[in-house]
């Protein structure tokens, strides 16, 4: 029996390179394929030497070295790399971020051969704020655009990032002119609802908007660009509790529209704006939540096409 187990065993197993070996036998085979405890191939990629499960430091790996190397040869880094701030995209946001000045600019990209290329007004915009223009390839454009990569129309400025600014409450009315209409978002999270939202509000003269400090989606290039540049124009208050912020609007003598598809709101098309007012929209899967809900002194839709509802 020893003989034919061992035999037979044996043979298969070294066949098989070794798989009925110590661990530290096996440790090699793994070593061998690039595995765990390999100094060739595979290991830590986020940089620095690495661990391996007793805890032991290990070099770093081939693959690292390699990357490491490349990058230290590259005569000219990468437009990410260069990076400062982030990457504003598409025409509109681009000169709509320069024309406010609400970001520093850092510098500006621009594809070779596009229209962008040829914008006189563009190029001088930049170069009146002091900006470096720089002709580039479509590809190193589309790298920073993320993957995969989003409309650029050819231009991206590296320009420090925007936020949101704290609010407690909304400002007096002075009683001149038509009464102020503000809009509060209940945590609607998807960068490009978002975006379509501020493109929106911009066009309707929307006085304001806020949002929900927490659970909101953050003011990135891709809202920016999906807002058409408007995002670089309204500047986008947040709070920290938003039913509360809502009650005190109440109890200032703010009127809050709750946007709901039910019967019972009203009709956005006949509702009249008699004293200030803050319209509240929900959240993309949820709607508004319920005690935002309860703060609303009344509801509104807006009526769908045939056979659409209200929404």
């Given amino acids: 029996g020893d003989e034919r187990g061992g035999g037979r065993g044996g043979d298969r197993m070294a066949t098989r390179g070794g798989r009925g070996s110590s661990s530290s036998d096996r440790g090699g085979g793994y070593s061998e394929r ?3 405890g390999s100094g060739e191939r ?5 940089g620095g030497i690495g661990n391996d499960f007793n805890g032991e430091e ?3 790996s081939v693959w690292q070295e390699r990357h490491d190397e490349k990058k230290a040869n590259r005569e000219v880094p990468t437009l990410a790399e260069r990076l400062q701030g982030e990457a504003i995209y598409g025409l509109n946001p681009v000169r709509e971020a320069m024309r406010m000045g609400r970001r520093t600019v850092f510098q500006m990209w621009v594809q070779e051969g596009s229209d962008a290329s040829a914008d006189s007004s563009l190029l001088n915009a930049a170069r009146d704020l002091g900006v470096a223009v720089e002709l580039v390839s479509k590809h190193d ?7 995969p ?10 320009a420090s990032p925007l936020d949101t600014k704290p609010m407690d409450q909304l400002p007096a009315w002075d009683g001149v002119g038509s009464p102020p209409v503000w809009l509060a978002l209940d945590e609607v999270v ?9 493109r ?7 006085n304001g908007v806020v949002v929900c400090a927490k659970n909101s989606a953050p003011l990135s290039p891709a809202v920016s660009k999906a807002s058409s540049g408007a995002m670089e124009t309204i500047e986008v208050h947040s709070v920290g509790v938003m039913y509360r912020f809502l009650s005190q609007c109440n109890e200032e003598g703010w009127d809050v529209l709750g946007a709901a598809a039910e019967d019972r709101a009203e009709d956005v098309t006949a509702v009249e704006i008699t004293k200030p007012s803050i319209v509240v929209m929900g959240n993309e899967g949820m709607g508004l939540r319920t005690n935002v809900r309860r703060t609303c002194t009344r509801m509104i ?9 209200g929404g």
């Fill in 58 to 60: 290990r070099p770093r």
């Fill in 141 to 147: 454009l589309n790298m920073l655009t993320g993957t």
């Fill in 149 to 158: 990569p989003r409309p650029h129309n050819g231009v991206i400025i590296d």
């Fill in 301 to 309: 839709r807006v009526e769908g096409g045939p056979g659409m509802g």
């Fill in 190 to 198: 998807d960068p490009q609802n978002l975006g379509a939202i501020l």
């Fill in 42 to 46: 595979g290991g830590d990629r986020n």
């Fill in 34 to 36: 690039g595995g765990y």
């Fill in 200 to 206: 929106s509000a911009h066009f309707l003269g929307v």
